[in-house]
């Protein structure tokens, strides 16, 4: 099932989810369906709270569904060490035509819970290491323009507000 994405500035986009502490058939299929809304929508990764449900959990798959190796289930994640940087563009489904870079870590360590509650580590550089931050800010109630320049941030903002405007948000 292909749930709604909820868009800035709804207000749970902003409260830090709620552990998942259920690792029961529920979870399984809305992680399913959160895979469904990725895809429909061409993203690489989606939160749990951008479709409402103020959970630490999150989808990536960098693949866009054409390579089912590449699906992450992140559950409860936790970034253990991050190093360098790194300077690209960034979009987030919540806001729709906005693109903008940001500066993150280029190499990151997460730890995470899989759809069976077991805790694994993981490794992430350069577009992983983007989509692992983005995401576990989500997670945290941290949106991807607070990450941006203040200059960048409230030319998107402006941008927002008139979309808004015209009825095209
Ligand atoms: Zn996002």
Known sequence: MVLKILKYPEHVLEEPGEPVTAFDADLRKF???MFETTYASQ????????????KRLTVIDLSMGKDP????????PELISKEGK????????????IREKVVRASKVRIRAQDENGKWFEMDGEELLARAFQHE???LD????????????RSLSLRKIRKMQKDGTW
């Open 31 to 33: 992680v399913a369906d």
């Open 43 to 54: 993203g690489i990764g989606l939160a749990a709270p951008q479709v409402g449900v103020s």
């Open 69 to 76: 190796a590449q699906k992450l289930v992140l559950i409860n």
């Open 86 to 97: 790194q300077y690209e563009e960034e979009g987030c489904l919540s806001f729709p035509d």
């Open 136 to 138: 576990i800010d989500h």
């Open 141 to 152: 109630g941290v949106l991807f323009i607070f990450r941006m320049s203040a200059l960048k």
